[in-house]
């Protein structure tokens, strides 16, 4: 059995190899996609640096940027370039004024510390992404912060800057609602398995009727109801007034 010491070793381990690949995973593939796409619709080529010495102490962070190959940071940035550079003038005033992109993660833990700048020509990304989603700037407002750094907005609307938490949250899907309501069970308790039942009388026989429930597959004419044959019902009543030894199950 491994000792306490042991086993926080591997743990400790574990987590700095998981951090490593998650650091790894922003500073390549999800930074240099990103800059790509950004480039596609910008004309023009903005380098992002992706400041990792504030996010590599913070488990939560990390996760935050690489989430769903990193759409809630990343994603939202190309989409919001991308809307700010549909318009020819905003589009060139952009690539005058914007030389390359930071992403950098707040130290505090307020979120009133998120927000955007243009400082030298750097367009500098602050989110608290400890936070989780709610530390991440939505793309409506990444829009109005692109549109204040070129000079085509004055400032951001203050209803995006006071948005809580649960605004940020990602909404599950709901479930599907059943195509029809589950037949009812049958009321009296049920019959074992291989029990056998009560014996029925031939002259019962074509009293009866087979009656089909509806289920969620069958038509309206499945719940028709259909007599038996009368050709097996008198043969079945020759045997039982015969004096047959048998009886019909």
């Known amino acids: 059995m491994a000792s306490v010491e042991e086993v926080e070793f591997k743990t400790k381990v574990a987590r700095l190899e998981r951090v490593s690949q998650q650091m790894s995973l922003i500073a390549s593939e999800l930074t240099r996609k990103a800059e790509e796409d950004i ?10 640096d992706t ?8 488990d939560s962070a990390l996760d935050t940027l690489t989430r769903n190959d990193g759409d809630a940071v990343f994603g939202r940035l190309v989409r ?22 930071r992403i950098e993660s707040a130290k505090e833990d307020s979120l009133s510390a998120k927000g955007c700048a243009l400082r030298d020509g750097t367009f500098v990304y602050t989110g608290v992404f ?9 793309e409506e407002q990444l829009v109005q912060e692109l549109e204040v750094a070129i000079g085509a907005r ?21 479930p599907p609602p059943p195509d029809s309501d589950p037949p009812p069970l049958p009321e009296g308790p049920r019959p074992a398995i291989g029990a056998k039942l009560p014996p029925v009388k031939a002259s019962e026989v074509n009293e009866r009727t087979v009656e089909s429930s509806l289920s969620p597959l ?12 009368q050709s097996q019902s008198t043969s079945n009543a020759a045997v039982e007034e015969g004096g047959g030894c048998c009886t019909i199950l």
Do not use: M, W
Not at 157 to 168: G, H, P, R, V
């Open 154 to 174: 004055k400032e951001v609307d203050a209803s995006l800057l006071s948005e809580t938490d649960a605004e940020y949250e990602e909404e599950l899907p709901a």
């Open 130 to 138: 400890q936070r989780g989603l709610a530390g991440c700037i939505a």
């Open 218 to 229: 069958s038509s309206p004419r499945d719940s028709e109801t259909t007599p038996l044959v």
């Open 39 to 48: 480039e596609a619709v910008a004309g023009e080529q903005f380098p992002i």
């Open 80 to 101: 919001a370039f991308s809307t700010v550079c549909a318009n020819a003038e905003h589009k060139n005033a952009l690539t005058l004024a914007v030389i390359d992109i």
């Open 51 to 58: 400041d990792l010495s504030s996010v590599k102490d913070s």
